[in-house]
């Protein structure tokens, strides 16, 4: 078996807030993510699920090198890159790329998309300039946005479309890795459907492999291979996308999955709601877990976080 | 008499790319009790026939017109400026998405209820401040008197938001408009707070319109379910119905387009180009140009808006 | 709070001795002494024993050192140009004039600006607005002395109503006072215009509406009270701005105020004088800006209670 193209190994990440009361009343410590471990073999999707505050996006950032862990170790391909300088981190930049969910901010307004499409080329020194050109006006008919909108500048688009360009800028140097930060969650549900697709046969075409984070399950089980669910800045559950949606046993995941619209109004039901309080005193009691709550294998490829009871 | 009477709205207003049509002939009629669901994508029109039926809309820029235009038999298109203060948060309220900006950020929770209250009726501070707790209590918050002290920075989205529902409920209205209360909440916020909507609905007797982009949401919480896309109602029928039997094109693609319906890593039935530009619609029936069925006749006369069964109507050329 | 206003007057200390330091420094890095004027030549010889009598003769640090144990004690010297009184008492004689015509200036101008500025957003792109508008924009940018030399013209040449100059009757003060208001009147106008315009849309005034709240309480309790955020901020800072007098309007109203002392303490080399009127305007800038913050501070309760909590 070969190594997973990315690997995240006990990765942490404390941020020290000022304590209430003025300047001389010290840091309290937020543990925005602790000890997250996870893989993405080749060529799959693995969805991180979580709500805000969980830790997802911050995991993302690390993931990316955009964020310095306070431990942990990131490996891409099976080589480290958690201490690599800059200049060594670059050509595993070309690696790795991200899409963010607010697109709009992340394309440079005065630019025309042509430009910014070929500028990750330009910054490799990939090709001469009319190759970067030709190939970021192929990229954008790829991601579904005629060639001649390489002329057009960002305010133009529309969300979607202002994704679709996100995406190609992302994929122009052919990364092994995507990280996709709630790319569609400022979309349109007609739109949504359509970066869905996009992306699913992006993965397929160009092999690529992509840790897809976001809040939405409905989205997570349409594109997903695997599903990591994190809660307060841990990973509680992972398992098979399908067996999350069939088999959850942590309270946190049970209540994200009851959380989801019906779609159907005779399937409307009363529901109950856990405080975080309550979810961690819920932590299932399993034989053969730890003393401390930590994830405990159930099935093969079920991970829940677990004691033992 | 309808609680909501919209007959043949028109809203527009001026923005550089043009004169934007937000709204091209929407109508919309609303008994007492009941619960509506407006969905739509953005641009639909949606919000902004909300904002119409209060007057919220600035007006110029903004131009409404319309046949009929009433909230519990006030015409709210001549209604004063006195008459339209009388009518909001007393008959019609409404809560908005996003609360974290919808309150004053210099007065507490607290101040911002009461006055709500002491515009409506002529309760003393001190009976205005109990009736705000009790308000706090109804919406499920467990520290009403922390809460009422609070400034709006100091609490979480989804304690404002029932914070905001509070405030919109605290006149006792005849109806509320909720537009899109739960987009800018968190998963399970979002379903608590439905459920909350939900329940004060039932126990208060009152209307309900709930404005979305989000089908799983009407499903969730009302009996009727009007469809709008490009400035114009496509369908219009029972919950039910409408998810078991669509038969506008575009509600059965936007149906169908809804990630997470069955099982396993899968393409979805999307639904090609894009939403119409609202300052330059197309001619004819707005959906034409991304619809699968098209007519001849659908690129250049808008379809009439006809019944299709029991409470059901569609604007379709295709349905004859 | 305390806390906060105690580190407030400790910087305000430092940055009082930096710019005695600073301005010290710089005066006497300037060629030249009191005694080198040219209308009144005097020999070598006269000249070292008028400045060993002034102590010009030690070194820097000693004058320095000397001075600043003075201003401690709240002797500020005596003025090389009026030698027959210290620089206390010339303060306290050409002061008050000064204080009456920018007190009432910005007293007089900023209410009447502020009215403007409300007229104006409330009845925005109508006539008024655009009136207020040119009316603001020409009292920013027609200079002062313009400005008075047209009231001199207008209400003393012509019409003869008042008088073009001196400051002995209160009704001589009327047209130096009305020259002075037009800044801070025109200032006051433009930033009350935009503030309004930036509170009115925000989303919490379609929520007071929708609340049924009347327009005039929507406007005076909750408009103006978040629009007066930013104008505190201004308001004392141009007080003091305005208070230590204005060379240009005095000189046109012959107004025996500070504005003259200004220059001619740097025209004369008149060294104490020069530092008295910098530290004093100094130390008012500093009192000014820890009262605005402060005022802003119980306005805003974003900063009262340090955050989110």
């Known amino acids: 078996m070969t190594a997973p193209v990315l690997e995240l190994r006990n990765l942490s990440k404390t941020f020290q807030l000022p304590r209430k009361g003025g300047w001389f009343a010290g840091h309290i410590d937020h543990h925005a993510v602790r000890d997250v471990s996870l893989t993405l073999p080749r060529n799959t999707i693995l969805g991180l699920v979580g709500e805000s505050g969980s830790g997802k996006s911050t995991t993302g950032l690390m993931t990316m090198r955009l964020m310095e862990p306070t431990s942990g170790r990131i490996l891409i391909d099976g080589a480290d890159i958690t201490a690599l300088t800059p200049a060594e981190l670059k050509p595993y930049r070309r690696q790795m790329q991200i899409v963010f969910q607010d697109s709009y901010s992340a394309l440079d307004p005065m630019m025309t998309l042509a430009r910014i499409v070929a500028e990750p080329l330009h910054i490799h020194g990939i090709g001469r300039a009319e190759e970067q050109t030709e190939q970021a006006l ?42 996709a930060d709630e790319p569609t969650s400022a979309l349109d549900v007609s739109v949504k459907a359509q970066i869905i697709n996009l992306l699913l046969d992006l993965q397929q075409e160009m092999g690529l492999s992509i840790l897809f984070i976001s809040h939405d399950l409905s989205v997570v089980r349409s594109l997903t291979d695997r599903v990591a669910v994190m809660f307060n800045g841990r990973i509680v559950e992972t398992a098979a996308t399908e067996t999350i949606f069939s088999d959850a046993r942590h309270p946190y995941t049970q209540g994200l999955l009851s959380a989801i619209p019906v779609l159907n109004p005779s399937d409307r039901r009363p529901r109950r709601f856990l405080t975080a309080d309550e979810i961690e005193r819920g932590i299932p009691r399993l034989p053969g877990a730890g003393p401390t709550p930590a994830l405990h294998q159930v099935s093969p490829g079920h991970l829940v976080e677990a004691v033992a009871g | 008499m309808p609680l909501v009477d919209i007959q043949n709205l028109h809203v527009s207003f001026p923005q550089h790319e043009g004169l934007v049509q937000a709204v091209r002939g929407m109508s919309l009629t609303i008994e007492a009790g009941e619960s509506v669901g407006i969905v739509g994508e953005s641009g639909s029109g949606k919000s902004v026939t909300c904002m119409a039926a209060l007057r919220l809309l600035r007006h110029p820029p903004s131009r409404i017109t319309a046949d009929r235009l009433s909230l519990d038999g006030v015409d709210m298109l001549t209604a004063s400026r006195r008459d339209l203060a009388r009518v909001r948060g007393k008959v019609a309220s409404m809560v908005f998405q996003d609360p974290m900006s919808a309150f004053d950020p210099v007065f507490t929770i607290g101040h911002q209820i009461v006055e709500t209250i002491r ?7 001190s009976a205005a401040t109990d009736q705000a707790v009790a308000l706090l209590d109804r919406v499920r918050i467990k520290t009403p008197l922390s809460i009422l002290n609070s400034y709006p920075h100091q609490l979480s989205g989804g304690m404002l938001q029932r914070a905001m529902i509070a405030m919109a409920l605290s006149c006792r209205p005849k109806i509320l408009f909720a537009d899109e209360p739960t987009t800018a909440l968190d998963v399970t916020i979002q379903a608590q707070i439905l459920a909350l909507i939900k329940d004060l609905q039932a126990e208060l007797g009152m209307g309900l319109v709930m404005v979305t982009h989000d089908l799983g949401v009407v499903a969730e919480t009302v009996d009727r379910v009007v469809v709008m896309y490009g400035g114009r ?19 059965r693609a936007l149906l169908n387009s809804i990630p997470g319906r069955t099982p396993g890593k899968q393409r979805l039935t999307e639904i090609a180009g894009q939403s119409p530009n609202p300052a330059n619609p197309p001619a004819g029936c707005p959906f034409h140009p991304r619809c699968t069925v098209a007519l001849p006749d659908c690129a250049t006369t808008a379809p009439a808006t006809r019944q299709i069964g029991p409470g059901r109507t569609a604007a379709c050329w295709g349905l004859t | 709070m305390l806390r906060y206003i105690i580190g407030r007057l400790l910087s305000i200390l430092l940055t009082f001795f930096v710019v005695s330091l600073i301005v010290f420094l710089m005066m006497h890095s300037v060629p030249g002494g009191p005694f080198d004027g040219n209308d009144m030549p005097v020999s070598d010889a006269v000249k070292a024993k008028l400045n060993a009598s002034l102590g010009l003769d030690k070194p820097l640090y000693e004058q320095y050192l000397r001075y600043m144990w003075g201003v401690l004690h709240f002797d500020f010297g005596v003025p090389f140009q009026s030698p027959g009184e210290t620089v206390t008492e010339l303060l306290a004689r050409a002061w008050p004039p000064s204080l009456i015509l920018g007190g009432s200036g910005v007293l007089i101008g900023a209410p009447l600006g502020i009215l403007m500025g409300m007229a104006a957003a409330l009845r925005r792109n109508t006539w008024f607005d655009y009136l207020v508008s040119a009316v603001s924009t020409l009292g920013l940018t027609i200079p002062v002395f313009v400005i008075s030399m047209m009231l001199i013209m207008v209400f003393s040449v012509w019409l003869n109503w008042l008088p073009a100059g001196g400051w002995e009757k209160p009704y001589s003060w009327i047209l130096p006072i009305t020259a002075y208001a037009a800044v801070p009147m025109a200032t006051y106008a433009r930033y009350t215009r935009s503030a309004m315009l930036d509170v009115m849309t925000k989303p919490f005034v379609t929520v007071l509406r929708a609340k049924g709240l ?22 004392l800072p141009m007080f003091i701005g305005t208070a230590t007098g204005s060379i240009f309007v005095e000189a046109m109203f012959r107004v025996p105020g500070l504005g003259a002392y200004f220059v001619s303490s740097i025209e004369l080399r008149d060294y104490p004088l020069e530092m008295s009127l910098i530290l004093m305007i100094t130390m008012m800038f500093c009192v000014a800006y820890l009262i605005s913050d402060i005022v802003y501070a119980l306005l805003n309760p974003r900063i009262r209670f340090g955050g989110k909590s």
Do not use: C, K, W
């Not at chain 1, 990229?139 to 002329?151: E, K, P, T």
């Open chain 3, 214 to 235: 009347s327009e005039r309480r929507i406007i005076f309790q909750h408009v103006l009270r978040n629009a007066a955020l930013p104008l505190v901020t201004v308001f």
């Open chain 1, 138 to 179: 192929a990229m954008l008919d790829r991601v579904g946005l005629h060639r001649s909108y390489g002329q057009r500048y960002p305010h133009e688009l529309s969300g979607g479309q202002r994704q679709r360009v996100a995406i190609a800028r992302a994929l122009i140097l052919r990364p092994q890795v995507l990280v």
């Open chain 2, 119 to 125: 515009a409506h009726t002529d309760a003393s501070l």
């Open chain 2, 233 to 251: 109602v496509m369908e219009e029928g029972p919950v039910q119905a409408i998810f078991d039997d669509p038969q506008h094109p575009y509600t």
